[in-house]
Each structure stands twice: as structure tokens, then as C-alpha cells.
């Protein structure tokens, strides 16, 4: 029987309503609009396309949105110096620097400079060292995804065999902390588990499947594991299409839930932005709450 697909869209029509309800009591509580600065330095295409995302998701969900933008040639001290000058204002919220930055810059020690507080990518050090410590709060919006995909199956998480393929920053590495908070025995596998020949033996056992590569079909359809639930992260354009990492019709007919791509993670990781903007804006309002 073919798996039940994880659309993103449903989930995050409820958490942006729940946003929506969470600003209009900000509003109404303290006469102010949550607000989220983005910084641009350079000019590039997907970043362009990303902030006008961004623009658009604000503007329905009442939040402000502001968008400064640097030279391609700004210094590491000019974009420490604005990034300075939003962490110590009141009527700024959330902070997103959008990445790549150009050559020059190194993206770890510009995302250092970012007030924890309102890291609303969740990316800054202090906020996953909170994931390794289980407190969690701003956490990166990919990852917050596919574990809100997971939990949407009511599948019992604890003690489950998860694999998660790809260890980065952003994802990889932010979704296996959760699901080991959660109680899953979690392998993480990469480029060398893939070297090495060793990928098929891993994603034969999971039960969960996390798959966050950037290669389109790196996971052949045969490998997943019959009833498993599929959640794939992958953004590829192939002849003009967007697909994911793992290969769709062979793995529907195993896998008991799937993830489409496009369709499933990504609708669901704007969302958790709108969310993790609501997270930091109350933080910062009532700090004791
Ligand atoms: P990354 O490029 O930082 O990391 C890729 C990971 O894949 C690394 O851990 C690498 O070791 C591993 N890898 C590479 N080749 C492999 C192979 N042959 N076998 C096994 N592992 C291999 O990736 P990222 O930033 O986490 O992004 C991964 C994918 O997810 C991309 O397609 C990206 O566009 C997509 N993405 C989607 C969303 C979304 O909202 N849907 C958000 C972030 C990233």
C-alpha cells in the first residue's frame, strides 16, 4: 500500500494561526508588533528571493518586517557594528543575517555577534547548546519541522530506530539532538557512511528516516525500510523540477508516511520561523513568564 504523504501545508496553516493569536495578544498586552530586521550583505539572486519570502510571510502574520542592507564589500566590523546597534533595540525582535555571505565574511563568527535572544533562525551557539542540554528554545527552523512532521504521524517516537542522513549545522546535526531528547536510537550518517558503502545497511533498519543531503535520488527507493516514516529535506532541481534525496515512487510503496518534496518540509520551516519570531518577541516581553 502507498505511504500516507506529510503535506507541510496543513501544520503550518494551524501554527501560523496559533502565531496569529499569539500576535494579536502581543498587541493588544503591550501596543506592540513583533519585528524582524534582516541584514543583506551583497546582492544575490536566492537571497532576494528569500527576503521577498520573508516580506510576504510577515506582512500576513502582522509581523514588521525590515530589510538593511550592506555593500558586498562591508567589513566583519560594519556588519558587527549594525548587528550591535538591533541587538540593543527594544523594538526589534528577531534578527535572520542572510546566508552565504560574500567570501571574505566568515558566516560561524558573524552569527556569534547575533543577541541569542533573538536568534530567530535558532543557529547561534548558545541556542544549540541548549538543544545537547534539552532546553530547547530558538531552534534552527528546519529541523523544528521535520520533528513537528514526525510527531503529526502520532507514531510512539520512544525507543524507535532513526537514521538521519547529513550531519550539517542547520540540519543534520539540530534533528539528531531532538530526537535523542526524545528518547530515539539515532545513527547519523554522511559522505563517509556513503564512501565506505555502508549508507543501504544503515537506512535498512530505521524506522525513521531523515534525509538531508542536497543529491537528488542518493537514496534508492529499495533501501527504506517497509511501514517507515520518510521525511525527506532535500531541495534539488532536476530538468526544471524540484525534487528530493530520496527516490520518490519505489520508496512511497515501502514507506508507511513520506514527505513530498516540494510540498512537505519546506512549507512547514517558514512557519517555524513565524514561530521562533513569536518565541523570541514573548521572551522578550515577559522574561519571567
Ligand atoms: P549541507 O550541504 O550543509 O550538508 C550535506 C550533508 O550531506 C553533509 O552532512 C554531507 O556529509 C552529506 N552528504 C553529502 N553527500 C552524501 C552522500 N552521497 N551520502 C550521504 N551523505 C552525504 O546540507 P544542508 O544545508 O543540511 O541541506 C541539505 C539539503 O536540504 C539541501 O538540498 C538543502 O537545499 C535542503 N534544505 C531544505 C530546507 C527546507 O526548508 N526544506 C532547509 C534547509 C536545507
Known sequence: ????????????????????AAIAQVQQRYGVRP????????ERPESERYVAQQRKLCQAATIDYTLRQLPADSSEKMLQALIGELNARPDVNGIIVQMPLPAHLDNKRVTAFIDPAKDVEGVHSE???????????????????????????????????AVVVGHSEIVGKPVSLMLLN???????????????????DHIRRAEILVVAVGKPQVIA??????????????????AGK????????????????????????GPLTVAMLLRNVVIATQAQLEPNA
Open 182 to 200: 526524545r528518547y530515539v536510537t539515532t545513527s547519523v550518517c554522511h559522505i563517509a557512511t556513503s564512501r565506505r558503502g555502508l549508507l543501504a
Open 35 to 42: 519585528a524582524l530586521c534582516a541584514i543583506q550583505v551583497g
Open 242 to 265: 524540484l525534487v528530493g534525496d530520496v527516490e520518490f515512487i519505489p520508496a512511497q510503496e515501502r514507506a508507511a508516511f513520506i514527505t513530498p518534496v516540494p510540498g512537505g518540509v
Open 127 to 161: 541556542n544549540l547548546g541548549k538543544l545537547i542540554l534539552n532546553r530547547q528554545s530558538l531552534a534552527p527552523c528546519t529541523a523544528c519541522a521535520v520533528i513537528e512532521l514526525l510527531t503529526s504521524t502520532g507514531m510512539d517516537l520512544y525507543g524507535k530506530e
Open 221 to 238: 527507493g529499495d533501501w527504506i525500510r517497509e511501514g517507515a516514516v520518510v521525511i525527506d529535506v532535500g531541495i534539488n532541481c532536476v
Open 1 to 20: 500500500m502507498a505511504a500516507v504523504l506529510l503535506e507541510g501545508k496543513t501544520p503550518a496553516q494551524r501554527i501560523t494561526a496559533e502565531c496569529a
